[in-house]
Structure formats: structure tokens, C-alpha cells
């Protein structure tokens, strides 16, 4: 009985022991194809967003490497996240309150960042509030955690080295990501965030320019770096002198160059408080831009069509082309007695292209067409007017 026993317990280990070798075996092949078959990897690394790519790409230097391949071939896709209170409305019924510090548009935005297949690099960020407890469905109402800046919480949720540019304005424009919808906040509670990611080709960077000092010495702006368009953003307070995007169209000028300098003055800049215009700078042989000034007698539907057909006419590529639409807080549904005109009338020129922009208290930039012909730069600065830019990169 006792030799039984003992060749029970030999029969048993053996069996143990295979059963071990055969899960090794297992184990190594599964190491082997997960770290040695490129072509496995890259065909189900093609299958995550960004987010998770970037995971991945913390777990060895195979995993690093094709990562970083399959990101640089989504270097394209521009996306963004945003809240408006009428979208909102005529969908379907919300929660008071969301589990995010940013409400609505925090949600939203979480969302973006987790299913968006690139890596954010720039960041423009408009918002009709300063301080998170005042988004709609936050949860905030902690006082000291209702101070923290909006800036905080956006830098927060990005990568560590995307450039934000962040400010404050009386009201937004925003579309939605699958292109159905584009509407405009008055006031409302609006906010988009538009998400650049690094692009073959083209330079996107931030800039800031003091409004008493001159332009090239401090801006950063490389005179001969082909720039093609500059978003700028100057707060009331620095609207005692020539606002800087008109000083730096004037300078372009005598260079002999004309890119679209387009933008508002805002409320407030949250990315900085000094006495500057925030801009954003695109630059490249891809990039191409053009802007068309809607003046005070464009007051219907009919001539907003008008004029956006020049820049229609313009014939930019309009396949990964965004538009930009900078508004006197004047006009809107006051002006047009109707909610939406300028971007409905956008969108009927421009169903692919996705619209932002804000409600401004004054605007600056004018009609850059690519076959316009200056002979001195045109006025810049103007009020009760709406500037819209369109951005293509090829």
C-alpha cells in the first residue's frame, strides 16, 4: 500500500509539473507575440485611442515604439469638446449635476480626451465663466475648491506638454463632433475646447505680445517662418493703445506679407493676467487661410450667404479645414432678431467644417482673400461687425 501511495504522489507531481511547463510555454508565447510580432502589434494598437496608446507605451520599448507609429500617422485629427446650453436643450433630458468639476462640458471633454485617437499638442479654450462652480451641472460648492482656475482644471485633464491658450468671453460658438449641430451661447453658459495635435508640415504655438512693446523682439514670431494665420485675443484692459493684432498686420505688411490676423477683445485671459494679447500662431507650408468681414449692413440671412460665398470662392481645401467666427456682442438674435444666423449660414456654405468662435466687445481683423490685392493694410478695428476666418490644412 505504502509503494502505491508513493507512486500516487510521483503520478500526481509529474502531472503538476507538466501541467506548469505547459503554462510556461503559454506564458512565453504570449510574451513572444506581444513584444516580437510587429505586425500584430501595430494591428491592435491601430484599434485604441491616444489615451490608451499612451499606456501602452509606458510597458517596454517595443510597445514605445509602435505606439509612437501608429500616433504619428492620426497627426491629422483635430477634435474638440464643448457645451451649449441650446444643443443641450433640444436633446434629451439631463441631470441636474454630472461627476465632473466642469459640468456638462467637463463631461464632455473627459470624453473627448479618452476617445480622441491623437495627442492633444495645443489647446484654444473659450469659456463664458471664470471660476468651475458657475459650469452648468458642476458639483462644485466648496468655496476654495470654486477658486481654483478654470485654467487649472483644463491643464489638468491635458497632456503634460500641450500649449493652452485659455479665456474668458461674453458668449461662444460651438459645434458638436459629428457635425450635426452648431449653435450659438449669448451668455448662456458656453464653452469649447479645440484640441491640436502635432501635424506634418505645420506649426501651431502660442504667443504673447505686450501692447507697449514692439512686436518682433517679444512675440516669438518668426518673420520668415511662412506664418499663414494669427487667432489673437486682447482683454479690455489693454485696449489703450493700437491693439496688437492690428499693429502686427501693419508689420507683416511692410515685410511684404499678408497672413489673416483675425480676433476679439475678450473679457478676461485666463493662460495669462499681464497686459498682453494671448495669440495663437499657424504656420506651414500646409496651411492656408482666408477671412471675410461681415459689417453692420450684413443684417440677414440672405447677405451673410452672399459674403461667405467670396470666401466659399476662395477655393480652400475644406477636407481638414476649421472655421473661426469672431462676433460683436452686438449682433447675434438682438441684431437678426433670430437665434444662429451667421453660423447657420455658415454651415449651409460649409457642412464639413467645423465652427468656433466667441461674442466679443469689439473685433479685429478684415476681408484676406488670397487673390486680395492691398495697398495699404485696411482698417483692423471695428465694432458691431463679425470677422469669420477659415483655417485649411491641406
Known amino acids: 500500500m505504502e509503494v502505491l501511495g508513493e507512486e500516487n504522489e510521483i503520478i500526481v507531481r509529474e502531472q503538476e509539473e507538466e501541467l506548469l511547463h505547459q503554462q510556461d510555454q503559454e506564458e512565453s508565447n504570449i510574451r513572444y507575440v506581444m513584444t516580437e510580432l510587429h505586425e500584430f502589434l501595430k494591428r491592435l494598437f491601430k484599434k485604441l485611442p491616444a489615451q ?56 464632455d471633454l473627459y470624453n473627448c480626451l479618452k476617445e480622441t485617437w491623437s495627442v492633444p499638442a495645443s489647446c484654444l479654450f473659450f469659456s463664458e465663466f471664470q471660476t468651475a462652480d458657475k459650469f452648468h451641472g458642476s458639483l462644485i460648492t466648496d468655496k476654495k475648491k470654486s477658486s481654483v482656475t478654470i485654467q487649472k482644471h483644463i491643464e489638468a485633464a491635458m497632456p503634460a506638454s500641450c500649449d493652452i491658450l485659455s479665456v474668458t468671453v461674453p458668449g461662444t460658438i460651438s459645434t458638436t463632433r459629428d457635425l450635426a449641430n452648431c449653435a450659438e451661447s449669448e451668455g448662456e453658459g458656453g464653452a469649447v475646447a479645440i484640441l491640436f495635435p502635432k501635424m506634418e508640415g505645420v506649426q501651431i504655438y502660442k504667443v504673447s505680445i505686450q501692447n507697449h512693446r514692439g512686436i518682433w523682439e517679444q512675440s516669438g514670431v518668426e518673420r520668415h517662418q511662412n506664418v499663414k494665420c494669427i487667432l489673437t485675443m486682447t482683454s479690455n484692459t489693454s485696449m489703450s493703445t493700437s491693439p496688437a493684432g492690428e499693429r502686427l498686420q501693419n508689420t507683416f505688411f511692410r515685410d511684404g506679407q499678408t497672413p ?38 450684413v443684417d440677414t440671412e440672405e447677405d451673410v450667404i452672399r459674403e461667405l460665398t467670396q470666401l466659399k470662392n476662395a477655393g480652400l481645401s475644406e477636407t481638414n479645414s476649421i472655421g473661426f467666427m469672431f462676433a460683436c456682442i452686438g449682433r447675434g438674435s438682438e441684431f437678426f432678431q433670430e437665434w444662429d444666423v451667421e453660423s ?51
Open 260 to 297: 489673416v490676423i483675425a480676433g476679439a477683445v475678450i473679457d478676461y485671459s485666463l493662460s495669462d493676467t499681464s497686459d498682453s494679447t494671448e495669440c495663437i500662431v499657424f504656420a506651414g507650408d500646409r496651411v492656408n487661410a482666408a477671412s471675410i468681414l461681415l459689417d453692420e449692413n
Open 52 to 107: 490608451s496608446l499612451l499606456n501602452c507605451s509606458r510597458v517596454c520599448k517595443r510597445w514605445n515604439s509602435v505606439a509612437a507609429l501608429i500616433l504619428k500617422s492620426r497627426e491629422n485629427c483635430i477634435t474638440w469638446a464643448q457645451y451649449n446650453y441650446h444643443i443641450a436643450s433640444g436633446s434629451s433630458p439631463s441631470p441636474a449635476f454630472v461627476p465632473h468639476s466642469l459640468g456638462y462640458f467637463g463631461l
Open 344 to 394: 447657420k449660414a455658415f454651415r449651409k456654405i460649409f457642412p464639413r467644417t467645423p465652427l468656433f468662435g466667441v461674442f466679443g466687445n469689439g473685433e479685429i481683423g478684415c476681408t484676406n482673400l488670397p487673390k486680395s490685392k492691398w495697398k495699404k493694410v485696411p482698417q483692423m478695428t471695428h465694432g458691431y461687425t463679425t470677422i469669420i476666418c477659415l483655417i485649411s490644412f491641406g
